[in-house]
């Protein structure tokens, strides 16, 4: 497998520009994980999925952020309007079920967005 | 005071030292993760442990449930190990897939 495929890697943007980042976890996982990681903050949770349906979401800053899972190999972080407090790099991360919690976190490269 | 705490911040070593990496938290826990993030960005997972210690090539993680205290060990360490090094852990009774993040351990090794 080629692991956790995520696009754009890099995205440079102006305010106000809706942003969408897409990810490919790996064939057979069963969650799902959107994470954002920042200088200040470090990596922090924002949404993750089960079999496709959003579990929790209470990371999710604002609803500016949206996410979507719509079949297992495929799912969408979207930001609009976007705005420079969303600079970070944004990291896709799948993984198994395991013992009734989640397993061995594979992460994709991460996508970088700068908002101007 | 956040729930997972790292130290040190920064670590510098020669090549060939062995290295500690310390993790603390405050909550109960039913899982730890260790993961490495290199130069470039990307990130690896190293190790999930509930108890015990684990083995894997040079790395060796131990975790004490009862001290709420895990290390993540680097013996005979080299250039390539510079990397952050981060714990994480999943709360109990938090929603499943909810880690922890630790703010993570910068390593570099000199050669």
């Known amino acids: 497998d080629a692991g956790v495929i995520q696009s754009p890697r890099h995205e440079v943007t102006e305010m106000g520009q809706e942003v969408t980042l897409r990810c490919k976890p790996i064939s057979g996982h069963d969650y799902l994980f959107w994470y954002r990681q920042t200088m200040m903050r470090g990596l922090e949770l924002l949404i993750y999925f089960n079999n496709n349906v959003p579990i929790d979401d209470s990371g999710m800053p604002e609803d500016r952020f949206s996410a979507k899972m719509p079949n297992a190999s495929f799912s969408t972080l979207k930001i609009q309007p976007s705005e420079p407090r969303d600079s970070a790099v944004y990291f896709c991360?799948?993984?198994?079920?395991?013992?009734?919690?989640?397993?061995?976190?594979?992460f994709g490269e991460g996508s970088r967005l700068t908002v101007l | 005071k956040n729930e997972v705490e790292q130290s040190p911040q920064n670590l510098t070593a020669q090549e060939g030292e062995f290295i500690t990496i310390n993790c603390s938290y405050s909550?109960?826990?039913?899982?730890l993760h260790w993961l490495q993030q290199h130069p470039g960005g990307g990130i690896v997972s190293l190790f999930m442990l509930s108890s015990g210690k684990k083995k894997h090539g040079r790395l060796i993680a131990t975790i004490n449930i009862q001290e709420k205290h895990s290390s993540l060990h680097i013996t005979a360490s080299h250039p390539r190990d510079s990397a952050v090094y981060i714990c994480?852990?999943?709360?109990?009774?938090?929603?499943?897939?909810?880690?922890?993040f630790g703010k993570g351990t910068k390593l570099s090794v000199k050669p």
């Open positions: 994480a852990v999943h709360r109990n009774g938090g929603s499943q897939g909810n880690l922890i």
């Open positions: 991360a799948s993984s198994l079920v395991l013992a009734g919690r989640t397993g061995e976190l594979f």
């Open positions: 909550v109960g826990i039913s899982a």
